[in-house]
């Protein structure tokens, strides 16, 4: 059985500082995604990792995979409020199409 | 504009009474799915199809029933015997692709009478 785990599950920080959001699962697998779910809505995708060592940035955000270690980060620079959210990392076991399993979800709240 | 609409926003439901939520897709996707999300928690896995007439269980698919007749609709019918169904219920798209992400419905919230 998958398992996905995420730490921390709530993160309060100020504006301007940094931090990184981890995600750990149970089994190899060659792909690993991150949305963002804001309060009462759909979830948006981040970012799409396939393959060991991918990195990618968008904006303040940026995403590493090391399927080794089975560990994705999504790191964050120079806090803003506007990234205030709920991030979730997830993991595909099988084939394209197949349904994600899902972290638990890392409420982050950023302080002015 | 492409994307995934799904109805109704909230629904309620009365004991021993059947539900059916609607999604509908323009992207022209394959593949479809539902999630259940419960406050606090990551999402969960009902059923998930790959393809017209053909469908399969997800983690938690006890309760719910799916059909696929068209490629652009999946709509998902919870049965009296969820007995706790108050949830955020998603659907999602894809290509079916492993680059590519699943993309998101706006959700339906449903609620116990």
């Known amino acids: 059985e998958l398992k996905v785990e995420q730490n921390p599950l709530f993160l309060s920080m100020q504006e301007g500082k940094n931090y990184t959001i981890y995600c750990n699962y149970s089994t190899t697998s060659d792909r690993l995604y991150w949305y963002r779910q804001d309060p009462g809505k759909s979830l948006e995708s981040l970012f799409v990792l396939l393959s060991n060592g991918a990195v990618k940035q968008e904006g303040r955000l940026m995403a590493s995979l090391d399927t080794k270690a089975r560990l994705s980060t999504l790191h964050i620079t120079a806090a803003v409020h506007d990234l205030s959210a709920t991030y979730f990392c997830a993991v595909s076991l099988w084939g394209g199409a197949d349904g994600l399993t899902f972290g638990k979800g890392t409420h982050l709240i950023i302080q002015p | 504009d492409g994307g995934i609409t799904q109805s109704p926003k909230y629904l309620f439901r009365k004991e021993g009474q059947n539900v059916t939520l609607s999604c509908e897709q323009n992207l022209n996707h394959d593949a479809m799915y539902w999630y259940r999300q419960d406050p606090g928690q990551g999402l969960r896995l009902i059923y998930y199809?790959?393809?017209?007439?053909?469908?399969q269980k997800g983690d938690i698919a006890e309760g719910y029933s799916v059909s696929r007749e068209k490629k652009e609709s999946f709509p998902l019918t919870v049965t009296s015997a969820q007995k706790n169904p108050t949830a955020f219920y998603l659907c999602?798209?894809?290509?079916?692709?492993?680059?590519?992400?699943?993309?998101f419905g706006d959700g339906t919230r449903l609620s116990i009478l």
């Open positions: 999602a798209s894809s290509a079916g692709q492993r680059n590519q992400p699943q993309h």
């Open positions: 199809s790959q393809i017209v007439n053909d469908f």
